[in-house]
Every structure is written in structure tokens, then in C-alpha cells.
């Protein structure tokens, strides 16, 4: 089955400066990669996803990254603000009868 | 839309009893996931249903571990002769396609 590793288990910025997880997956049919955030004491909740049919995708401050021939993506937080402080879990799933399988989770510490 | 919701949101168990774990996933959605996380294993996948039928459940330990969705609108995940090594936040979660909507978890406790 799909294994997703997590390779930062955690980072530590600056205010202002980017953040970069990455993340490797196994399983080549994997075509859909979601990133969620879990706040300290709250469960998670989606940021941002890409698909298999592009390798860049930007909303605001996040940016992933593809290279499906690495088996690799990647989330960048540009501009970081202390409320990125979290810790961010990357996914990977075939989205055909599949259950995303999640990295270990990378903790982020964005500080002023 | 109230979310996923997990019921308990805390649960302590002796060691040996049973625990039985709630979901109401949210209304509409056609594909219900059970999570553990654990600060050494991270976020585990246990089982998945789809139309309120098992689809993976590959994550469950064998022995102790099950799972059911009677109906659309919940899913159990019972475990029996609950061990230390039970304890661990249970998250349910939910969807159509793509995003995941996650309850707020059933911390549980084996003492």
C-alpha cells in the first residue's frame, strides 16, 4: 500500500521568510495530494491540494509542488505569519476507492 | 453544517474493558475514514467505508478492532479488551471527493 514520508519533522523560520515540507510517496497510481494543518489542540483541516494532471498549484501565500517522477511534493509557505505555527500533515491517495494515507506530520514555528 | 461529529469527545477505560467510538459524518457525504494519531505514529489509517460499505481496512489490528456504519448518518468503531497501547486520539473523517473533512477527535485513555 501507499507509504507517504514526511521529511521535516520540524522547522523552525522567521516571520517574513518561506517554509518549505516535503514529502515522498510510494504508491505510483497516487494522483491526489492534499496538505491539512492542525492548529495546537484542534483537529485538522484542508489548506490546499494538487492533482496529478499539473505539478504547480497556488492559493495566496501556499504553493505546491509535483515531480511525479520523484514521487515527490512539496508545500511552500511564502511571507509566513506567527498563525502558520502548526503543525502541517502532507497525503497522498489514488482517489479511486482509496483512503489517503498521511505523512507524520511536520511541526512549524514561525517566529517573530 | 455541524461538521463531523465524534462522540465521545473523551473517553478513560480500564485495561481489558471495552470502548465503542462515534462518528456522525456529515450529511451527503458518500465516504467515512477512521484515523488513530499517536505522537509516536503519527496519523494512522485504520478503515474506510464508501456508501456505507467497507471498503479498506487494512489499518485495524485483527483482533481487537472493528468497525461498522448500520446507516448513513453514523459509524461505530468498537474495541475490546481496550490495552495501554490503545490510547490514542481517534479521528473520524469524511467526504465526497477530494477534501477530507476531520471531526474533532475521541481522545482515549486505557489506564
Known amino acids: 500500500g501507499e507509504k507517504v514520508e514526511q521529511h521535516e519533522s520540524t522547522l523552525s523560520v522567521r516571520e517574513g521568510d518561506s517554509a518549505v515540507i516535503n514529502c515522498t510517496y510510494t504508491d505510483t497510481a497516487s494522483s491526489y495530494f492534499p496538505w491539512y494543518k492542525q492548529e495546537a489542540g484542534k483537529s485538522l483541516h484542508f489548506v490546499i491540494d494538487i492533482r496529478s494532471n499539473v505539478d504547480r498549484k497556488q492559493s495566496q501565500r501556499l504553493i505546491v509542488l509535483l515531480d511525479k517522477k520523484a514521487k515527490r511534493f512539496s508545500l511552500h509557505i511564502t511571507a509566513t505569519q506567527p498563525e502558520d505555527s502548526a503543525i502541517y500533515f502532507c497525503?497522498?491517495?489514488?482517489?479511486?476507492?482509496?483512503?489517503?494515507?498521511f505523512g507524520a506530520g511536520t511541526k512549524l514555528s514561525v517566529k517573530p | 453544517n455541524a461538521g463531523v461529529i465524534q462522540t465521545p469527545r473523551h473517553k478513560v477505560t480500564g485495561k481489558g474493558q471495552e470502548a465503542t467510538l462515534w462518528c456522525e459524518p456529515i450529511s451527503g457525504h458518500s465516504a467515512v475514514f477512521w484515523y488513530r494519531q499517536t505522537i509516536v505514529q503519527g496519523l494512522e489509517f485504520l478503515t474506510y467505508f464508501r456508501n456505507q460499505a467497507p471498503i479498506d481496512d487494512s489499518g485495524m489490528p485483527k483482533e481487537r478492532f472493528s468497525a461498522q456504519m448500520p446507516n448513513q448518518s453514523h459509524s461505530t468503531l468498537k474495541i475490546q479488551s481496550t490495552q495501554p497501547q490503545d490510547s490514542a486520539v481517534y479521528l473520524c473523517?469524511?467526504?465526497?471527493?477530494?477534501?477530507?473533512?476531520f471531526g474533532k477527535g475521541t481522545r482515549l485513555t486505557v489506564v
Open positions: 473523517a469524511s467526504s465526497t471527493t477530494g477534501e477530507v473533512f
Open positions: 497525503a497522498a491517495s489514488n482517489n479511486n476507492n482509496n483512503a489517503p494515507r
